[in-house]
């Protein structure tokens, strides 16, 4: 085949490291019934290594000329989903056994395609990404830090999650602007650490609340809450968002959505 020219509108940084490769393989542990799902395989530099371990893998690919490329080896053990993975309805896919998601995603899509995929998060076993190391920083953050924010709070509500690694930018064909890092996603299911909530409460919360990082929470979500409601929820209203945990905002969801 003639050699695949990357399209920056799809935002592609094949990997082809084979150290780095091996690692994300040995992260994931792959079993030969695990129902796998590959979110932008390119040409298929990880694909081919899961598929050792696997009887059987499906990928999700918007890039017609990969495609027809993967198309054209005519291996039975694909399954080849062309659809926008933002689109992508996981409930199509789902089997006897729980989704193993993994992917390098594009990073300009990256926040939302793992806000859609959590909306899933009950059929899901766990997630490994290839992100923006800024990103992954983001996403383990804790209170007090310049990091924590809404992608913090929101992923660790619904994810246990594990900054796996850091990958080199000379791992990529070509090689990105940022660096890399993988990370492990593994939905909550009757194991979270994390009183109920309602999630849109929460998102509501959150948004609000770091959209005004800087001011104390009691001017921060004063549209939501008032001082006396956020003392209710056992929480000082002098404080800034950046200072309170993942329970504190559940807790502050819980008497938003008392209302």
């Known amino acids: 085949m003639k050699k695949y020219k990357t399209k920056k509108r799809f935002g592609q940084h094949f990997l082809h490291d084979n150290h780095v490769i091996s690692q994300i393989v040995s992260a994931i542990r792959p079993k030969k019934q695990d129902t796998m799902i590959e979110i932008g395989p390119g040409l298929g530099a990880l694909t081919f290594p899961l598929l050792k371990h696997l009887d059987h893998i499906q990928l999700i690919e918007i890039d017609r000329d990969i495609i027809q490329r993967l198309t054209e080896l005519a291996d039975n053990r694909l399954t080849i989903h062309a659809v926008d993975a933002l689109k992508l309805d996981l409930s199509t896919l789902v089997d006897a056994h729980s989704l193993r998601i993994v992917g390098n995603l594009p990073y300009n899509i990256s926040t939302p395609l793992i806000f859609h995929l959590l909306e899933s998060g009950a059929d899901i076993a766990d997630m490994h990404f290839m ?129």
């Open 131 to 259: 992100l923006q190391k800024e990103v992954v920083d983001r996403m383990v953050a804790a209170p007090n830090s310049k990091t924590y924010g809404r992608l913090s709070v929101m992923v660790q509500y619904q994810c246990r999650v594990d900054a796996l690694f850091n990958v080199p930018r000379g791992a990529f064909s070509p090689p990105p602007k940022v660096e890399s890092a993988v990370v492990r996603l593994q939905p909550w299911q009757e194991n979270s650490p994390y009183t109920k909530t309602n999630l849109s409460c929460l998102a509501n919360i959150v948004n609000q609340a770091f959209m005004k990082r800087r001011k104390t929470l009691r001017n921060a979500i004063k549209e939501l809450l008032s001082q006396e409601q956020i003392e209710q929820a056992g929480i000082d209203p002098k404080l800034r968002p950046e200072n309170l945990s993942v329970e504190d905002f559940v807790q502050l969801s819980l008497v938003l959505h008392q209302q």
